[in-house]
């Protein structure tokens, strides 16, 4: 490896699983009851956090009501870099892009423990130049709720 990467390698990449089991990812980003919130280094991770939600939307909802309910993750997810959903609506999708935060889908269930894997194998091999951005812009921490939207 080389020094760059190394050092993006060494730092926490804070990542959020849409989870309802806390044990797979399982779920949708409407529907998801919680979220575990890992901060992950290429041999490394570390739980930080579990949100909880009880207001969510069903997976099956034509999400008519969906905006207050939505609002409230995406705030409760600052400071995260990825986010791992089965699916995310486009609306959602944007909000969660606006808020900082890469969406990334997966077509199946899987268990934490695999995603973790992924992650922490990407950043010991050359991350690609999406993740490496977002690693460097993560080890400023900085504040997306102050930000001001794009224009």
């Given at each position: 490896m080389t020094d760059a990467?190394?050092?993006?390698?060494a730092r926490p990449l804070r990542i959020a699983v849409a989870t309802?089991?806390?044990e797979?990812?399982?779920?949708?980003?409407g529907s998801a009851m919680k979220f575990a919130l890992y901060d992950v280094t290429a041999e490394n991770c570390r739980l930080v956090e579990v949100l909880a939600f009880d207001d969510v939307?069903?997976?099956?909802?034509?999400?008519?009501d969906s905006e207050d309910r939505i609002t409230p993750k995406v705030e409760a997810l600052?400071?995260?870099?990825?986010?791992f959903v089965l699916a995310i609506g486009g609306p959602s999708?944007?909000?969660?892009?606006?808020?900082g935060i890469h969406p990334i889908k997966v077509k199946e269930a899987e268990?934490?423990?695999t995603v973790i894997e992924r992650?922490?194998?990407?950043l010991r091999s050359a991350p690609p130049p999406w993740l490496r951005k977002i690693i460097g812009a993560s080890s400023a921490r900085p504040n997306f709720m102050n930000e001001e939207e794009p224009a």
């Open positions: 990467t190394d050092a993006v390698a309802n089991d806390l797979r990812l399982d779920a949708h980003f939307t069903s997976e099956d909802s034509a999400h008519t600052a400071g995260v870099a990825l986010l999708a944007a909000k969660v892009v606006r808020a268990p934490i423990a992650v922490q194998e990407m």
